[in-house]
């Protein structure tokens, strides 16, 4: 047998063992491999796919990588409409619908209505996605759009590892489509959140609206970043399908979904009569706070599939469907005045501060109104009564404000025109939301860059607090990065509350802070869109400075191949560095020893055997180490940390009272070091 030959058996056989450990890990929510041995699955099919491209099939899990930017979307005509859902908003709304839903069917003869009779879903509070799939291998998908068109975002849903490429059944119809709704878990929405926060960009105002922005990227690498999820809720096949009779009920079509490889939302429930129905919506009411997705309410259908023919349709919704929307925790309160808070890029951010009010178990007494265009679409005025709740329970937002109370002759709050810190004119670009101070030498842009530089994710400069950094800069001893690093002994004992020891350990901190990897330097310049792992990312590809802005100028394709990096990054860094003073801030932060490359952190010394390439656990207190600095230092000789104990896990570093890790590592025959095994490691030595 050939190469080729015995390279398309392998591809086969990578293709199966992937698919079903996804299969187990997002549908049946039970993980089979570890995480390394699936990355080494992974990377292995890439290499084989690279070397020979003519094996590569539309069904490979490869094409959930990053793909080619988009230009837009095309439309796409639904064969089968999208429908809206008619709304009930009380439980007599709902079961008036009920008692209507069985007179229309007992007016059509059919009297014979079981016990489960309706089934109950969890509405998921994210986008409708169609899905199309022939002779089992997904071909196209589209948002919702107006039921009857929507827009193709196919290269996009491919990124959403929960919906499979190929359907895990044999035999599948020739065509096969499914509905359902993608969505971004809570925990995924603060993460992007946490990264936008700190690229200084619009945050978004709840993962429903994160979810939509993601769909609609051009750039799929972004889709693939944000970790979207996926729950199939309906399924449509031709009557020709050989099994199409063994799914009479939509609770059988669910499992069928999971069958095909769908995840399907497992809280669904079937309902013998109104206590029961009465029992779910009361449970899930308060329930809905404990699970890691919004929804919004409950779904309620017909189960039999066919009286839901019988019953059909009205011009926008389905007869033998509802939705019963719960409560939204909102509440009213008076606004007391505006104020403007511009961030390290020079982005102005409105915000509201009002009466405090207790929200989703807080007190909230201020809110961000995100961007100028969403300033004007509220027209607050002054004394106005505003309607406050938490985006997702997370992110207190104004909904809306109450014109009905509007005190007579209150004026309207106006967005600044000039920079309420600096008063020079603001800007707003008409490809983004942001307006922006341009000055920079404004006051708050500068506290601002100095602040994320000493951050903790950054240089983690301890010491240099929040009040520390205004302190210096009002003392005019620092106005920007550099100053840091001109800081002596006299400059800081001439501010109030520094002793002796307090001083010795900052300039410490900050002699130290020089030998910090090269990404984490990369990161504190505060680059607009360069989070901590896109500058994980590019740091792994250039492995200096000169080499990132020499591609930046010259050959910014090279930066478009890493993961992460889309259009927004590329123009980002271009302007950085074509900025003079951007290009000085390096150069004499060189001649301070910060240099920009690999040289400060090991990767260009002898390969640190004990820790590059293992993976280390951390559990427990240690005496001589922060447990930031320890995970640092790992990754910078090229070693990983993990959360959980596994076979895959190389050493357990335990302190002081390490817990249940130590009893799993030791079941599992994990090498279990200390904190001066540890030191012994940095030093290469066993």
């Avoid at 979307?73 to 064969?79: L, T």
């Avoid at 869109?529 to 500058?535: D, F, L, N, Q």
């Avoid at 640092?632 to 993990?642: M, T």
């Amino acid at each position: 047998m050939d190469r080729e030959s015995v390279n398309k058996l392998r591809i086969i056989e990578l293709k199966k063992l992937i698919d079903d450990a996804n299969y187990s890990y997002y549908t049946l929510d039970k993980p089979e491999i570890a995480d390394s041995l699936y990355d080494s699955l992974y990377r292995e099919l890439i290499t084989i796919e690279n070397d020979f491209p003519n094996l590569k099939t539309e069904d490979s899990p490869t094409n959930r990588l990053g793909g080619q930017i988009s230009k837009g979307f095309s439309k796409v005509i639904h064969s089968i409409p999208l429908y809206s859902l008619d709304n009930a908003f009380s439980y007599k709304e709902l079961k008036d619908w009920i008692n209507k839903v069985k007179k229309i069917l007992r007016e059509k003869n059919q009297t014979e209505i079981s016990n489960n009779f309706l089934i109950a879903e969890l509405k998921i509070d994210g986008n409708a996605i169609a899905l199309k799939y022939e002779n089992g291998i997904l071909k196209n998908a589209a948002t919702r759009g107006d039921g009857k068109e929507g827009e193709n975002i196919t290269n996009n849903v491919k990124r959403i590892r929960s919906i499979p490429l190929k359907l895990r059944i044999k035999n599948p119809p020739k065509i096969l489509e499914v509905r359902g709704e993608a969505f971004i878990s809570n925990k995924s929405f603060k993460l992007i959140n946490k990264e936008r926060e700190v690229n200084n960009e619009t945050l978004f105002a709840n993962p429903r609206n994160a979810c939509a922005g993601s769909l609609r990227q051009l750039d799929p690498k972004i889709v693939a970043k944000r970790n979207l999820d996926f729950f199939a809720y309906q399924v449509h096949y031709s009557e020709d399908f050989h099994n199409h009779k063994s799914y009479n009920y939509h609770s059988e079509r669910l499992k069928f979904l999971k069958a095909c490889g769908f995840r399907i939302n497992d809280n669904s429930k079937l309902l013998k009569d109104f206590e029961e129905l009465d029992k779910y919506c009361k449970f899930w009411e308060k329930e809905r706070k404990n699970i890691d997705y919004e929804t919004d309410g409950i779904v309620f259908k017909v189960n039999n599939i066919y009286l839901q023919k019988i019953l059909g349709f009205t011009q926008k919704a389905p007869r033998w469907s509802i939705a019963l929307k719960f409560p939204a925790e909102e509440v009213s309160t008076k606004i007391k005045d505006l104020s403007f808070q511009i961030g390290r890029s020079g982005a102005i951010t409105p915000v509201a501060n009002f009466e405090p009010v207790q929200l989703a178990g807080t007190i909230v007494s201020r809110a961000t109104l995100h961007n100028f265009d969403r300033f004007e679409e509220l027209n607050i005025h002054n004394h106005d009564t505003i309607v406050v709740r938490k985006a997702g329970e997370i992110i207190p937002e104004v909904v809306k404000v109450i014109n009905k109370l509007r005190v007579k002759g209150s004026e309207k709050f106006l967005f600044p025109i000039v920079c309420p810190s600096c008063g020079e004119n603001l800007q707003k670009n008409i490809k983004e939301a942001a307006t922006r101070c341009v000055n920079k030498n404004c006051r708050s842009i500068l506290i601002g860059q100095l602040k994320h530089w000493v951050s903790k994710p950054a240089m983690n400069i301890d010491g240099l607090g929040n009040k520390i950094i205004e302190q210096l800069f009002e003392a005019k001893l620092i106005s920007n990065i550099y100053d840091i690093y001109n800081l002596n002994y006299t400059k800081l004992q001439s501010l109030e509350r520094m002793g002796d020891k307090s001083i010795s350990n900052l300039l410490l901190a900050i002699e130290n802070s020089k030998t910090k990897s090269w990404d984490k330097k990369l990161y504190a310049l505060g680059i607009n869109h360069i989070g901590e792992v896109t500058a994980k990312n590019i740091c792994s590809k250039f492995n200096s400075i000169d080499k990132l802005k020499k591609a930046s100028l010259i050959n910014p394709e090279m930066l478009e191949s890493i993961n992460g990096v889309g259009i927004e990054i590329v123009d980002a860094l271009r302007n950085w560095f074509l900025d003079k003073n951007n290009i000085t801030l390096i150069d004499n932060l060189i001649s301070k020893g910060v240099n920009f490359d690999f040289n400060d952190n090991l990767f260009l010394q002898e390969t640190n055997s004990n820790i590059h390439s293992k993976q280390f656990v951390i559990t427990g207190k240690f005496q001589k180490f922060k447990r930031d600095q320890i995970v640092e230092k790992i990754e910078e000789q090229g070693g990983f940390v993990k959360s959980a104990i596994s076979k895959s896990i190389n050493h357990l570093i335990a302190g002081e009272k390490p817990g249940s890790k130590l009893d799993k590592a030791k079941k599992l025959d994990i090498s279990i070091i200390n904190e001066l095994d540890f030191i012994n490691f940095l030093k290469n030595e066993k």
